[in-house]
């Protein structure tokens, strides 16, 4: 996955553009791996995980168990990476030692969200809103023993994402979110947000080797995938 950015004079990821377009490769990552709290939860944020609106999910596919996080955009509807459940036949929210089935309803392994159902159990939707250049949020996250995790980011910018999908075939560009974060393994699929606590990405990838870059597929193509005819055609795939 590459990313493209044609903002002019302007410093991004450590390269310096003129008006034409530069490209750095990112890594996406699909399993939790580390379940070190990186931040103390407080305040309004971390009531959206205690109130289950942001949860854990994992399943087994492709001959392992992966770990991600998701969260409720409409009554009973979840929204995580794609890579977090490609290959994965039974999904399950897993809150308070507790697991909930969940089916899938759409699976894009271009923009990387999947949206799933949750029949047995709901808590209170986020709400999504535009991201901001410059702004200050939150994201929130589960790990694999099911610690939560809560770090602040900061929006560097408005990107496209262009280059290979999840499953390393040529894909569409998508909008997406450079990120100053801490970012680790199992993030995926958190939700970034806003000092109003709606949704302005969600998590998918983190820059190659670490660091504090980090990146997010917009909101926008959240309320892109909501509006689609559903498509599960790749979602038994593994990742290669």
Do not use: W
Request: a negative charge; one cysteine or more; charged letters at 25%.
């Amino acid at each position: 996955m590459k990313i493209t950015s044609t903002i002019c004079s302007k410093l991004i990821l450590l390269v310096l553009v003129s008006c034409t377009s530069s490209e750095t490769e990112i890594i996406t990552e699909s399993l939790v791996e580390n379940d070190e709290e990186y931040s103390q939860a407080g305040g309004e944020v971390s009531d959206l995980g205690e109130k289950a609106s942001v949860f854990q999910i994992k399943g087994l596919g492709c001959n392992s168990l992966q770990y991600g996080t998701g969260f409720f955009v409409e009554k009973n509807i979840v929204v995580t990476n794609a890579h977090v459940v490609a290959g994965v036949n039974s999904p399950k929210i897993i809150h308070n030692g507790d697991e909930y089935d969940l089916a899938f309803i759409s699976f894009d392994p271009n923009s990387d969200l999947a949206i799933l159902r949750s029949e047995n159990f709901s808590s209170k939707p986020l709400q999504l809103d535009e991201a901001k250049e410059g702004e200050f949020g939150t994201v929130l996250a589960f790990v694999k023993d099911g610690n939560k995790v809560i770090t602040e980011v900061k929006i560097q910018e408005k990107i496209i994402a262009v280059g290979k999908n999840i499953f390393g075939k040529p894909g569409e560009s998508r909008e997406a979110l450079s990120l100053e974060a801490r970012i680790e393994s199992g993030f995926s699929g958190a939700p970034v947000l806003n000092e109003d606590s709606a949704v302005v990405g969600v998590v998918f990838s983190r820059s190659r080797g670490g660091g504090s870059t980090a990146y997010a597929v917009q909101s926008s193509e959240v309320k892109k995938i909501l509006q689609e005819e559903p498509d599960l055609s790749s979602s038994t795939n593994c990742i290669p």
